[in-house]
């Protein structure tokens, strides 16, 4: 694994590589200066899915988010997201928090590992290069534990928990499965319909919602804080204000 431009920054953050492929050049009349948003898209994509990229795991994105990203005008933005999605770069779902964004023909994830290909030519500027797949090695340790790992992987016994997969439907932040599953177990499942209860109540509040949905917190930290045991505080001050409207109204009221 390579360590070259290990600790470089983006801004204030630490910048890491994400692929695109030169084919990305033949495009820039389609393009044109929507390539930014482009690429601001393809690296806030964190799922893929049939060759689709999720755009923060397919959480809401408002373009004033992208605007002060890219340090450039919402209409512009707007503009440019339109182009993309003429173009067929994109598709955009609205909801009243921003926009669902996927990538089409994503190919982030995976593309680094290695691919067995039996004499496959590959083309490399006038250069060709031929690779074929190593021999198989019968019973060998490593070939046990990759089929292992990848059983494993398909059938991660966590997910099938009582209740997980429709927590995981409905809570609005779809990374990290893993850890939410483990925090799921942790869960009494007496107390499963309050925590369902409790995404959905957090899913209309104000702090959810805000700025696209950048404030709502991984599902494992909603579980192990206990967040589903709270109320939010716009909803508190509503209850508030609701009993506290109550009691004047029996107050008026002759005994």
Not at 153 to 159: D, I
Not at 161 to 175: L, N, V
Request: aromatic residues 10%.
């Amino acid at each position: 694994m390579t360590t070259r431009g290990r600790g470089r920054k983006f801004g204030e953050k630490q910048s890491y590589p994400f692929p695109v492929w030169n084919g990305l050049l033949e495009h820039r009349k389609r393009l044109k200066s929507a390539i930014w948003e482009f690429l601001w898209c393809l690296d806030a994509t964190t799922n893929e899915k049939d060759g689709v990229g999720l755009v923060h795991g397919g959480a809401p994105v408002k373009a004033e988010r992208i605007a002060r990203n890219l340090e450039v005008s919402t209409r512009t933005i707007k503009q440019n997201l339109r182009r993309l999605t003429t173009e067929g770069y994109l598709k955009l779902r609205r909801t009243p928090y921003g926009n669902v964004i996927q990538v089409m023909n994503s190919s982030k994830f995976g593309i680094w590992a290695p691919h067995k290909r039996s004499e496959e030519s590959i083309s490399s500027g006038h250069r060709e290069v031929k690779t074929s797949s190593p021999p198989e090695v019968k019973n060998s340790s490593r070939t046990k534990k990759t089929q292992q790992g990848t059983r494993s992987k398909k059938k991660n016994p966590l997910y099938e928990k009582e209740g997980f997969s429709e927590f995981w439907e409905e809570y609005p932040r779809t990374d990290a499965k893993k850890d939410a599953a483990k925090a799921w177990a942790k869960i009494d499942p007496e107390e499963h319909p309050q925590v369902m209860a409790a995404v959905k109540r957090w899913k209309r509040s104000k702090q959810w919602q805000k700025d696209g949905g950048e404030y709502i917190p991984y599902a494992r930290r909603f579980l192990n804080g206990e967040y589903w045991k709270e109320i939010p505080m716009e909803m508190q001050r509503q209850e508030t204000a609701q009993s506290e409207e109550r009691e004047m109204v029996k107050a008026r009221v002759p005994a």
